[in-house]
């Protein structure tokens, strides 16, 4: 017998395991022979540390890449991390400030030192606790986004862009985040339902007394004001036709315009317009050539336009606006309102429409093949729901804002020369070339050129990612790229298919001809028990690195694995951490049962005999259905059909039915088939549970060093034994059924019984496993018959009936009253089940199915009725 520890010390085995791997480079890969199956890591922030999303993500993705190393690919799994540019910014401000240091106050180039001081210090953390989680990225491929070759990647496909006309440089009205005080795409802004106010003004009527009422949620964008539009067919208005208005404390008259855009049923049906504020309203005013006046700083102040309050916060200003505009009674009337306010996605601050000099990528052209490969499943998302919603934002596309006023990040490659105009270049030198091209009479030194001040957005070097991992921009003909692209599965949350699996599409498609992957699996959002999504500010994430040191790495993983299928969210509760860490108990309390057996060499019992085939049909049968599952990318069911496999079928049947007595060996067939099965089970296991199925595997059979499970060889279903699985599922049911009797008449386990079954269809298949069904149920005699036995209770399984003669442990006249009670109860049913049935009303006004269910009830009631009364004849 091999001395095994008690219990399983999941941290111990997990760091031993993890750094064995490392040292034996199993994580590695290189280009091959093999079949490459390739997964590149949506990169987390730089920034970020393990939540409850990464480690859900992380663990599909290691399990799919443990499962292909297994079947014989060359998997490849690369890691890195993403420079968020402002997230990173913010952190590196922060910091700055408790020092006493303002941006302001620094150069670019004395700003970047400090960014990179900070990412070399804290950056990369959330990388190091994924290997707790036992990711098995290669981790000498570990990718930044800022790093020289990415960077370089970055650059170039800028100016390739700009040199095909599909980057731009013009005034649109942006989203502008007043704390980051950059622009923000229409992706990185947040829509949140907030209780705000309508506020109903007078606008008067020019040269009247009379006056336009006009709602608005944004008193203080009436600074900004340059006409008010109405419905041309709303007839309330008509009279306004060549009229102005007066803007109410600003005195600014203004034209009154007609426009269909109008929605007449909001607030009056007379509309502000602000064109300097509002995308629509800046649409409007492009349309009828109205003036534009931007009132607001880019820190969300008042700017000089804003007049008596320039240098206040916009908040501050909405509320002593709307004060002045009392005390003067030009307010009709406020009311409550409830709308949703775009906010940034990064601070939170509440978004501000913004006209403004930025970059954009044109992605018309760029989204065109990119819907066309996604919709004919080309690249199939997992679950295709998601294909509509992709379909809905591809063919809406609009222009992307690329530009960030930031230092963080890769500098956009563009320069102004003294006359005002731009050269893109991939370096100083290049661009002074081309503007000496250009302008030969000019004579410009590198002096003469200003590179432009801002960064890219983040997302820009994100929908490189599958083809800069490999250096597929700079050498699009390496080995490395030919052999790992285009990879195989993104594992990724459905909130950024737009900002980077939309775009990744595009980049593919563009730079390599070729999609980046072939499958997109979307994960759910992690939410707590009241279906709130978890996060910091509600306090209710747990943390990632607590619950490892508490259930282990395989209890999580399998925790958050069972309870999320594809594309749905997780209701998280720690009790499927708990489940989990409790499965892998259970297989290291089977693994020490198995090994505790006596080994001899002994004739096999026939009962072992059938168990081992029966296990063998049973495994060949799931193992057909896990390829099956995980072809559909059905995780969460594959998991739970292997952890029923193993705590069922394997543990409370097959080890039970082989199970030597007490003090007794076992045949040596019997104990090395065991032994192969244990080591099959934990293969199959092992992408979902590295950790324990490694250290079982070690201790199933002696080993050398290097014989790791995780290289070894996934087993694989053949033809299905279906003739094998029937019986014994018979033979399950019937012990089942012989089970309950036991425990409805409270029979100890330790008291034999006799049973005996009619001879009947499946009576061959009892005969057969008599055994193992003997041995199962404790019986001391197990026969058919032909004749129905008295004294005893009958019970049917299938078309069998068996019979168990009552022993001195059950009281005959308690048994008696409870059939009889048993029959009363079914009589009464029956009674109001035929009342019902005898009304010609409802059997003729009744949909069918109705009456066909009120029908079966009848008859299961009547042959109810007729087995309870046999049984209690059967006691008389």
Known sequence: ?????????????????????????CFASQPDGRKAFTIVIPPPNVTGVLHMGHMLNNTIQDVLVRRARMKGFNACWVPGTDHASIATEAKVVAKLKEEGINKQDLSREEFLAHAWDWKEKHGGIILQQLKKLGASCDWDRTRFTMEEALYESVIDVFVDLYDKGLIYRGVRMVNWDPVALTALSDEEVIFKEQNSKLYYLKYKIENSEEFVVVATTRPETILGDTAVCVHPEDERYSSLKGKRLIVPLVGRSVPVIFDEYVDREFGTGALKITPAHDVNDYNLGLKHKLDVIDIFNDNGTLNDNGGVYASMDRFDCRRKIVEDLQEAGLVFKIEDYNNKIGCSERTNAVIEPKLSLQWFVRMEKLAKPALEVVMNDTIRFHPAKFKNVYRHWMENVKDWCISRQLW???????YYLPNREVVVAKTLEEALAKARERFPEENYTSADLKQDEDVLDTWFSSWLWPISVFDGIRHPDNDQIRYYYPTDDLITAPEIIFFWVARMIMAGLE???????????????????????????????????????????????????????????????????????????????????VKSWKVEQLPQPDSSRKAVE?????????????????????LSEALMTVYKFIWDDFCSWYLEIIKPAYQSPIDSETYERTLDIFERLMKILHPFMPFVTEEIYHMIRQRKEDDFLMLSSM?????????????????????????????????????????????????????????????????????????????????????????????????????????????????????????KLSNESFVSKAPTNIVEAERKKLSDSEQKIALLKEQLAALK
């Open 1 to 25: 017998m091999t001395e095994i520890a008690s219990k399983y010390e999941a941290k111990a085995i997990e760091d031993k395991w993890y750094a064995k791997w490392m040292n034996n480079k």
């Open 408 to 414: 963080w990040g890769q500098r956009i490659p563009a």
């Open 511 to 593: 730079y390599r001809k070729e999609v980046p992957f072939r499958n997109v699996y979307f994960t759910g959002i992690v939410r707590d028990k009241l279906g709130r999504k978890m996060s910091k500010s509600l306090g209710n994430s747990p943390n990632p690195i607590e619950l490892m040191d508490r259930y282990g790495a395989d209890g999580v993983r399998m925790g958050m694995l069972l309870a999320s299928p594809a594309g749905n969210d997780l209701p998280f509760d720690e009790s499927y951490c708990e489940q989990g860490r409790n499965f892998s108990n259970k297989i290291w309390n089977a693994l020490r049962l």
């Open 614 to 634: 029966w296990f063998e049909a049973k495994m060949n049968a799931t193992l057909c259905e896990l390829e099956k599952d995980f072809s559909n990318y059905k």
């Open 715 to 835: 087993p694989c279903g053949t033809e299905r034994d279906d003739a094998v699985l029937e019986c014994f599922a018979f033979v399950q049911e019937f012990i089942a059924g012989v089970r309950t009797v036991r425990n409805e008449k409270n029979i100890a386990q330790k008291v034999a019984l006799e049973v005996y079954y009619s001879n009947g269809r499946e009576s061959g298949t009892l005969a057969e496993y008599a055994d193992i069904i003997s041995k199962m149920c404790n019986l001391k005699r197990f026969e058919s018959t032909s004749e129905k036995v008295g004294g005893a209770i009958a019970k049917m399984v299938g078309t069998t009936e068996f019979f168990i003669p009552l022993t001195g442990s059950v009281d005959k006249d308690e048994e008696k009253r409870k059939i009889e009670a048993d029959i009363k109860y079914y009589e009464g049913f029956r009674a109001s089940v035929m009342k």
